[in-house]
């Protein structure tokens, strides 16, 4: 039949499928009076594609692309190219059957997928292809403009690669599917229609009120329908809702480049150069009865060059491929995903772990890639060695394609929620690699100060230092250091000493180390803290600095207390001295004067007895004994008066003590008759020296005879 005799067929046999359907009302095919969900018109339907063959179609590849443009046809089973055919399309091709359309203005265009020729084309206007679907002979393309109200829309049905029904509509329409010779035809956000694809007739509506109704596809022989979510067509759809059906929901939270779980099918389709083609969601529906999942439990996510398999109800990323060119298309099946890039290539790579099972190339360029995948069963054994989950993360991220960054901040953010000393010293590797994008290495960063596992591969890193004859430069030492704080690995200590007191330690990571050495609370780290805050606080002022220096006051305060206070009023009365510093350094010194005054007024409320305790006291004192010359209260003054003679050896205590301490905390506990019960002393270092000089000593009673604690600084 040549074109005219076709369009004088369509005049005679399908003007009154137009008329019945052109408005949307009045007909059956898309009527406004046609009834929706009733299970006498689904069941036959569902009858029908389970008593229909299973699909079976040949696995293809349909890409555009070149200078000039071209569309190139690739069998995967031959793993040949089956034709080329310059094309100008502006949309990404679209595989039904055994054809394959392509929208080239003013028309659009359907080619034989076996040889590339052009079999029709039918005029388009200005509607763009939204999408389309085929089983065996039967076809259809859908042109839409989408929207809302003023929408208008096209379906071109095909049987035997020629046109056999055309319908127009006043509604949008979304991406169709085709199983048992029937249409499925997703419209107006909420319908799913079915037709025969022979006669034209409706068969079913289906109407769902809390779902969006924009794709229909076709999987193991059934018919999914949704957008956001699928619902698999079987007898319980009739509800009209989501609840009770069969419904599948992905809850992967949000992805770099926002990728939908299926594209709006009521926007505008995007164009072959769209980022949408290399930034996407594949998936293959499977399931029984009322239940609905993912085929290997994945959901396969491609980000350019990467692809991460997701754990579909958490988004948990299972494993990482990295390729060497950009990914312009894929399709899941069982086992696998077969992608394709943009150089020709195309991979299978395995469900399980992401290694690659078959490969092949048409060699041609390519900006869009269609697949049918179907029942694609080629490939062999997976070739490279399986790495761990926490090496694919960290590989993926240093990649310096800089479009990659979301996606490297998405591994890094997987990294960061996995366990294991492993995924500690990714992060410190990726942590110290001061090329990869910024905002990369600071997740990176902020991640490594977070972890509470590994350990040893932390002592480790902070063993080096930068050395230019050596050739080593100083690890990330700001992250370690907190991330020592938050392990409370005191064998860090030292290593963090010695970076604190390296020149080449940049301040920033200072301030991060004195914080760290003020939370682990190893008094040996005290006297380098005093040293650093000496050396620097009357140098030339510099935010960094003045942090760092205000950091290390209140290291000093955690480490020592009462001890460190000669040193801050030192710093305080210090007029060159940094101004904020001096300021914090005087508020540290009130702070401890306020507890002190505080605990004494406490301790004085404590252990003053009421008026009936003191009354009862005297009424069983012996009258002789009424004249108590003892303290009432034992008071530091009467600490000091007791061991003013051995001053001189206290001192010496301190003087010949570790780090030389300037003064030295005692907290005595004495009995109601004045001996010595406990004596604790610090810094630690002179403690058994001055203990052992306090203990010789003889303190008097107090006159109501209760236990006391007395707060004593010795000073040398």
């Known amino acids: 039949m040549n074109r005219t005799q076709r369009i004088a067929v369509l005049v005679l046999a399908v003007t009154p499928l137009f008329a019945a359907c052109g408005g949307g009302g009045g007909g059956s095919a898309f009527g406004a009076t046609f009834p929706d969900n009733r299970s006498e018109q689904l069941d036959p339907v569902l009858a029908r594609m389970a008593t229909a063959p299973a699909p079976r179609a040949p696995a293809v590849a349909v890409s555009l692309g070149g200078t000039p443009p071209e569309l190139v046809a690739f069998d995967l089973e031959s793993a040949e190219v089956r034709w080329r055919q310059p094309s100008a399309s502006t949309s990404a091709p679209q595989i039904a059957g055994r054809l394959v359309f392509t929208l080239e203005a003013p028309s659009i265009v359907a080619r034989d997928l076996e040889t590339g020729a052009i079999v029709f084309r039918e005029e388009a206007g200005s509607l763009p292809l939204v999408g389309a679907a085929g089983e065996g002979d039967l076809a259809v393309a859908v042109l839409s403009t989408g929207g809302g109200v003023g929408a208008q829309s096209r379906l071109i049905i095909a049987r035997g690669g020629d046109v056999h029904d055309i319908i127009d509509l006043t509604f949008a329409v979304g991406l169709p599917a085709v199983r048992a010779g029937m249409l499925f035809i997703p419209w107006s956000n909420q319908n799913l229609s079915v037709l025969d694809g022979e006669t034209g007739e409706e068969l079913a509506r289906v109407r769902i009120s809390d779902e969006v109704v924009g794709h229909a596809l076709v999987a193991d022989g059934n018919v999914y329908t949704g957008q956001a979510n699928l619902i698999r067509l079987t007898s319980a759809t009739v509800r009209g809702t989501r609840d009770g059906a069969a419904w599948f929901g992905a809850s992967v939270g949000e992805l770099p480049g926002t990728p939908a779980f299926m594209r709006d099918a009521y926007a505008p389709p995007p164009s072959?150069?769209?980022?949408?083609?290399?930034?996407?969601?594949?998936?293959?529906?499977?399931?029984?009865?009322?239940?609905?999942?993912?085929?290997?439990?994945?959901?396969?996510?491609?980000?350019?060059?990467?692809?991460?398999?997701?754990?579909?109800?958490?988004?948990?990323?299972?494993?990482?491929?990295?390729?060497?060119?950009?990914?312009?298309?894929?399709?899941?099946?069982?086992?696998?995903?077969?992608?394709?890039?943009?150089?020709?290539?195309?991979?299978?790579?395995?469900?399980?772990?992401?290694?690659?099972?078959?490969?092949?190339?048409?060699?041609?360029?390519?900006?869009?890639?269609?697949?049918?995948?179907?029942?694609?069963?080629?490939?062999?054994?997976?070739?490279?060695?399986?790495?761990?989950?926490?090496?694919?993360?960290?590989?993926?991220?240093?990649?310096?394609?800089?479009?990659?960054?979301?996606?490297?901040?998405?591994?890094?953010?997987?990294?960061?929620?996995?366990?294991?000393?492993?995924?500690?010293?990714?992060?410190?590797?990726?942590?110290?690699?001061?090329?990869?994008?910024?905002?990369?290495?600071?997740?990176?960063?902020?991640?490594?100060?977070?972890?509470?596992?590994?350990?040893?591969?932390?002592?480790?890193?902070?063993?080096?230092?930068?050395?230019?004859?050596?050739?080593?430069?100083?690890?990330?030492?700001?992250?370690?250091?907190?991330?020592?704080?938050?392990?409370?690995?005191?064998?860090?200590?030292?290593?963090?000493?010695?970076?604190?007191?390296?020149?080449?330690?940049?301040?920033?990571?200072?301030?991060?180390?004195?914080?760290?050495?003020?939370?682990?609370?190893?008094?040996?780290?005290?006297?380098?803290?005093?040293?650093?805050?000496?050396?620097?606080?009357?140098?030339?002022?510099?935010?960094?600095l003045t942090v760092a220096l205000g950091a290390s006051i209140d290291a000093l305060v955690s480490l020592e207390g009462p001890v460190a206070r000669e040193l801050l009023e030192e710093i305080a009365g210090d007029t060159m001295g940094i101004a904020p510093v001096r300021g914090k350094a005087r508020d540290a010194v009130t702070a401890m004067d306020e507890a002190a005054a505080a605990a004494e007024a406490a301790d004085t409320e404590r252990q003053t007895p009421t008026e009936d305790e003191e009354a009862a006291a005297e009424a069983d004192t012996p009258e002789e004994e009424q004249a108590d010359v003892r303290p009432r209260t034992i008071t530091a003054e009467i600490v000091g008066d007791v061991l003013a003679p051995v001053r001189r050896e206290l001192t010496l205590c301190l003087s010949n003590g570790e780090g030389r301490p300037r003064t030295a905390r005692v907290i005595l506990h004495l009995s109601g008759e004045g001996s010595v019960e406990t004596v604790s002393v610090t810094p630690a270092p002179v403690a058994a020296c001055v203990e052992a000089l306090i203990r010789a000593q003889t303190f008097p009673a107090n006159e109501r005879a209760v236990r006391q604690q007395v707060i004593y600084t010795i000073r040398r």
């Not at 988004?315 to 399709?331: L, N, Q, R, S």
């Open 272 to 544: 072959p150069q769209s980022a949408i083609h290399r930034v996407r969601l594949d998936f293959l529906p499977t399931g029984d009865g009322e239940t609905v999942e993912l085929n290997d439990d994945n959901l396969y996510f491609t980000f350019y060059r990467l692809v991460f398999a997701l754990a579909p109800d958490t988004g948990t990323v299972k494993w990482v491929y990295e390729h060497d060119a950009d990914i312009v298309g894929g399709g899941a099946l069982p086992g696998g995903l077969i992608i394709a890039d943009a150089a020709g290539t195309l991979r299978r790579l395995s469900a399980a772990d992401g290694r690659v099972t078959w490969t092949a190339s048409s060699g041609a360029p390519s900006v869009v890639t269609a697949l049918r995948v179907g029942g694609f069963a080629a490939g062999g054994a997976a070739t490279g060695e399986v790495q761990s989950l926490a090496d694919q993360l960290s590989a993926a991220t240093q990649n310096p394609d800089a479009r990659l960054t979301p996606a490297q901040l998405f591994a890094v953010s997987q990294l960061a929620a996995s366990s294991g000393a492993d995924v500690t010293a990714n992060l410190i590797t990726l942590c110290d690699r001061r090329a990869l994008p910024e905002q990369v290495r600071a997740a990176a960063c902020t991640a490594l100060g977070d972890r509470v596992e590994g350990r040893e591969q932390l002592v480790a890193a902070l063993e080096r230092h930068a050395r230019f004859l050596e050739g080593t430069t100083a690890p990330p030492v700001g992250a370690l250091a907190r991330a020592a704080a938050r392990m409370e690995e005191r064998a860090a200590v030292p290593h963090l000493i010695s970076h604190l007191r390296d020149p080449a330690t940049d301040l920033a990571a200072v301030a991060l180390i004195l914080a760290a050495l003020g939370e682990l609370g190893d008094e040996s780290a005290a006297a380098p803290i005093g040293d650093f805050l000496r050396l620097y606080h009357a140098e030339e002022a510099d935010d960094e």
